[in-house]
DNA sequence: CTGAAAGCGCTAACAG
DNA sequence: CTGTTAGCGCTTTCAG
């Protein structure tokens, strides 16, 4: 099958070809019978616009580069679910790269996108990065960029998070409430800022409530499942008493209800846990897990529909950053009601 | 900050622009000095090879489209997370687009792709395609075309897909090597070949070990947790003898676990589980969900190898088409060990 | 080893 | 309302 282009659609209509681009694009100085005949043909012929001439001629892409950590992670595909589908619906396809939570693979993915001259660029950090090098090239070339929950420190550009520090807080602030009083806090040992935050919001509520601070409930990791059951052992072990585990992600609160349950301790009898993320497996469970909902679907929808304002504005590194900061939904499950 | 362009480069050292496009594209044909000379320049300068030019010049993107139902499936976004993997290794770029189940989605998504001059195409399809025009068209034009797991019917096309066959016996299988007699399966309504295959592995292990068919024992309806509740309250008030049941996806079958827990019967004891898809709860509920993996990620693996073979063969319409069938794989957990 | 020149398919300014 | 013309930034022959 031979490449049409819009000269053989002017050949075959014994116009210009630049008519042809006209009527193609909807020009209104174009008549209607033009346009007509012009599309009729186009349909005949097979004709597919090619956007890599386009783009190199007007110099936009319609493309956007999502940079994530990686996609098997059920919070970055929901947020990418979101950002595509308002992307799409507003004309832009997505270029997807992951950096497998490589601060390397990060700085190949940018000049990927950079290369590819992507309109624009929405990422999310690896856990890795340390320097905004990467970044700052983008902001250089004045391509619109923004993020979404990992947002890097010290760069002052638009994003879209949820209040970590809210999260931390509603969740201990409940488990107060309910009556906990030694509530042990795991969270991981990096400095990334969302996770400091909910620290900070456990912090936070605990002194609100008049709660001292104990620096031995507080226990830095990862966060697999199997660090959660190891603080338990742990905590079991050396005798600490506590009655209540707030951890920074699901998957840690799982492991420790496993624990939990295999010390014959009574959830939430006479221990109450509180996970983070909203994992699916947390409401199917049991018992099941009271939790910080983040919100994905909606947080890449914002920061899409940000992202499109940025677009419209114009000089993106002129006006202050606009960073949106989405409440947590704090669901209150089996695990914590007591 | 100006675009700088093989020509600025050029200019700075004195040399002519093809000298310089050599250069980057380390083509043997130039000495040693000429390439570090401009290299160091590129750098020094800030300069960005633009792909569009070099993609409208030489007909080669280096990019492929991806067509999926929808990233918030763990199942898609981690075959998703596979194939950007080897791609991305491999130099190519992920354009990403999601179908929502619509098969009018789904044509855009291809036009887009086409339009973009994507050097190939990988999808699975919605389940509302009836037809496949749209991927005709993909063949018309010669451009490489794979699917994974949801191939369209009447295409003799490359893809990955599990045997979703020997999935459905091999848990069948299970069910009755375990003792159960009476096994419920529960498929859904629409004409979908993984499905269906699931329900003749099924009656395939019912046939080989000498069990008869009851038609009261097959059930059709989506794959949503609630339709297994529904399906087992159903069940229990028609007063149905059964002693296990084999869902066709893992939601359903939890809603089966939480119905039956509901009611009373205890599980493996009174009746067996079985899911198919190994979703992260099945290993974290109690009982824990016995299920048959689809080794996603190596599906994602498996199809960009397998599309990377067809870009290197050239004519990608001519030899037989691949089709590489993965081996499930049974996992027995307790909802189904007695 | 390097240079000159053509052209990929389109957009957009200018001219009529 | 339509045609003419000049590029976008690169790859790739053909010369030397």
Redesign the pocket.
């Known amino acids: 099958m031979k ?1 049409i ?3 053989d659609i002017a050949k075959e209509l ?6 042809v ?5 909807d ?8 346009k007509k005949a012009v599309r009729e043909t186009a349909d005949r012929l097979g ?1 597919s ?2 956007k ?3 783009s ?4 936009k892409t319609k493309i956007i580069g999502i940079l994530v950590p990686r996609l098997d992670v059920s919070f970055f595909s929901s947020v990418v679910h979101g950002i595509e589908g308002v992307m799409n619906e507003n004309g832009y396809t997505i270029l997807l790269y992951q950096s497998q939570e490589s601060a390397k693979q990060e700085s190949k993915g940018i000049d990927t996108f950079l290369r590819s001259r992507a309109d624009g660029i929405i990422a999310s950090i690896s856990l890795e990065t340390e320097d905004n090098g990467a970044y700052d090239e983008i902001k250089k070339r004045n391509i619109p960029l923004a993020f979404f929950d990992r947002v890097p420190q010290g760069l002052d550009v638009p994003s879209v998070t949820i209040d970590d520090y809210r999260g931390g807080f509603m969740a201990t602030e409940h488990l107060i409430k309910a009556g906990y009083r030694r509530i042990v806090h795991i969270n991981q040992y990096r400095n990334i800022n969302i996770f400091n935050e909910r620290l900070r919001g456990y912090l936070g509520a605990l002194k609100q409530y008049g709660l001292p601070v104990d620096e031995s409930l507080i226990i830095k990791g990862d966060f697999s499942l199997e660090f959660g059951r190891q603080c338990v052992r742990d905590l079991l072990a050396e005798g600490i008493d506590f009655d209540a585990i707030f951890t920074l992600e699901d998957f840690t609160a799982m492991g420790v209800v496993q624990e939990l349950k295999a010390a014959g301790k009574r959830i939430p009898e006479q221990v109450g846990v509180a996970g983070f993320a909203n994992e699916a497996f947390t409401s199917l469970v049991s018992p099941t897990i009271s939790t910080v909902d983040q919100r994905t679907v909606e947080m890449g929808e914002e920061v899409a529909h940000l992202f499109l304002k940025l677009l419209k504005q114009g000089d993106y590194y002129k006006h202050r950053p606009e960073k949106i900061v989405l409440e947590p939904r704090l669901l209150v499950r089996e695990s914590s009601s007591r």
């Open positions: 490449k282009t819009i000269l014994d116009i210009t070809f630049s008519t681009a006209r009527a193609l694009n020009h209104p100085a174009i008549s209607v019978a033009t004709y616009p090619n890599v001439a386009s190199l001629r007007s110099g």
